[in-house]
């Protein structure tokens, strides 16, 4: 996989199989091409050569919409929507109030979020409410919600 035209790969001669329920960990050094793997199972990037197998089908023929709804991921660099507490954890509004309460809880997020006002307390300009941490974990819990058999 590569960026753009022009550029070197980012991932290349990458081989590997996990099988059901297997926790994943993948290590390197910064630079190394970890989170271009992530884009890779995303299909936010396409792949020049080689094959991805998910749920036994080619990654190239399953619709976009189920790969990346099927996997959960917590970005490197903490990403909230302005708006509410509410509108980041659920932005499709598919889940009851006491799985929102509950993941918050979970996630060590209850107080911070019920000192601002709770769900519906606005996160301020792209999460500037909360500190970067906090930031992180509400990523955390919008993954958890998702119960994404694939997560990262
Ligand atoms: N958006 C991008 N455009 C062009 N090149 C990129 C882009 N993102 C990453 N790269 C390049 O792809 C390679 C792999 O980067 P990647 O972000 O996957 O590393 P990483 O293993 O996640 O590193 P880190 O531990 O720092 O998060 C690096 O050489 C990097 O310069
Ligand atoms: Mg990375």
Known sequence: MRYREGLQDALHDVECQTHPGEKIGIVGRTGSGKSSLFLVLCRIVEIQKGSITLYNTNLQHIDLKDIRSRLAI??????????????????????IDSDLNNVLERCHLKVPVDRL?????????????????QRQLVCLARALLTRAKVSN
């Open 117 to 133: 006002g709770g769900l519906e307390a606005d996160v301020g300009e792209r999460g500037r409410n909360f500190s970067v941490g």
């Open 74 to 95: 917590i970005p490197q660099d903490p990403f909230l929507f302005s708006g509410t507490v509410r509108e980041n954890l659920d932005p499709t509004s598919s889940h």
